[in-house]
């Protein structure tokens, strides 16, 4: 069984950084990537940044040039370095592991395959 656990979550002030872990357990299908998602103000998780499978990794346009998505050699950690962060980015962050990616979906089983429990980022301004 899949589980994934995240890490890192914290409070910071505006302009600060934070690096978020996630862990996998279990066995992943060889094409799943793994990536981050953000809960929006509409309760809906938005896609924030994530890597293939064959390690390719892509950031979303409204966090380019602050976020960075790297994973292990083993692609059993998944790590998302948030620099420069704003009163925006705070919110519930969830790791998720698919081979198929929505830019927005239910939080927590929408439409993607492995969730998280989520980790909280707090940015006091």
């Known amino acids: 069984q899949v589980q994934l656990m995240e890490s890192g979550g914290g409070s910071v002030q505006a302009g600060g950084s934070l690096t978020l872990s996630c862990t996998v357990s279990?066995?992943?299908?060889?094409?799943?990537?793994m990536g981050w998602y953000r809960q929006t103000p509409e309760n809906l998780c938005e896609l924030v940044s994530r890597v293939t499978g064959d390690g390719r990794t892509f950031v979303e346009d409204f966090v380019k040039g602050r976020f960075t998505i790297t994973r292990d050699n083993a692609k059993t950690t998944v790590y998302l370095r948030m620099n420069n962060l704003k009163p925006e980015d705070a919110g519930l962050y969830y790791c998720?592991?698919?081979?198929?990616?929505?830019?927005?979906?239910?939080?927590?089983?929408?439409?993607?395959?492995?969730w998280g429990k989520g980790t909280l980022v707090s940015i006091s301004s």
């Open positions: 279990g066995t992943l299908d060889d094409d799943s990537g």
């Open positions: 998720v592991a698919d081979s198929v990616w929505l830019g927005r979906t239910a939080c927590t089983g929408g439409g993607m395959k492995y």
